[in-house]
């Protein structure tokens, strides 16, 4: 032994952590703890309030009684504090544009967030459906196919008549 490797290889003294034990494997590196990921999407309430007066061009008292009236809702907190998300924002603007340039009253702003939101969820349910019809013409295809591929092969595929047929045929019953 050399002084500077005293009894294991690596240069550490004595047996290593979890040797000798009946199931120690070898030692694990300490991994750190990965920080928590935030996602953040249009729908994220993040703006208070005041940011979202800010950000939208309209007065704080507007926002409030915007949300009274359902024209926008924006999500609460525990202690029932309103966060505006992005998409709340460009909805108030969109609420002021209708409201100041095309000179609807907010009765007609909200029935025209209410028909957007139906087209929307209309679409979205179409989507669905267009994606299950497809799943389920696929899933016909392959019994189409499995059932075809159990066919004998000496027997013949009936052909029904052709319709356009000009053929004349008479019948005359035996006597």
Known sequence: MSPM???????????GLGEGLPGAGARR???AAAPPTYVLTEDTPVYVISVAAELSGLHPQTLRQYDRLGLVCPDRTAGRGRRYSARDIQQLREVQRLSQDEGINLAGIKRIIELENQVTALQSRV???????????AALQQREAAVHASYRRDLVPYQPPTPQSSALVVWRPKR
């Open 29 to 31: 590196p300490r991994r």
């Open 127 to 137: 989507t669905e459906l267009v994606d299950s019809l497809e799943g389920a013409a």
């Open 5 to 15: 490797n005293p009894t294991n290889p690596d240069g550490s003294i004595g047996p």
